[in-house]
């Protein structure tokens, strides 16, 4: 069954970095285009940054260009998330999963649990 499992979150100061990692199983990984997605309590889940599979292209949400690159190794089926620069409105919990024009048919309703990120002083 398809798992994914968030690593690297934590607590940091603003202007600090933080790498994170997700594992995945379950699904064909290297066929599908992956995503970094985020949610604080009682809003909606945003999309952070995303990956494509093969070719590798990668695209950020606005709030987040210049600051976060999100790439991935197929082989070891983890995609990652390197968080630069990071500002207190970036504190949520971070997920991944396949990105949106696939996610529902691959992974469907499955979320993992998330990895905590506080930006904080």
């Known amino acids: 069954q398809v798992q994914l499992v968030e690593s690297g979150g934590g607590l940091v100061q603003p202007g600090g970095s933080l790498r994170l990692s997700c594992v995945a199983s379950g699904f064909t990984f290297r066929s599908y285009p992956m995503s970094w997605y985020r949610q604080v309590p009682g809003k909606e889940r945003e999309l952070v940054a995303g990956i494509t599979s093969v070719s590798g292209l990668t695209n950020y949400a606005d709030s987040v260009k210049g600051r976060f690159t999100i790439s991935r190794d197929d082989a070891k089926k983890l995609v990652y998330l390197q968080m630069n620069s990071l500002k207190p409105e970036d504190t949520a919990v971070y997920h991944c999963?396949?990105?949106?024009?696939?996610?529902?048919?691959?992974?469907?309703?499955?979320w993992g649990q998330g990895t905590q990120v506080t930006v904080s002083s």
């Open positions: 999963n396949v990105s949106p024009s696939w996610r529902l048919r691959v992974t469907g309703a499955y």
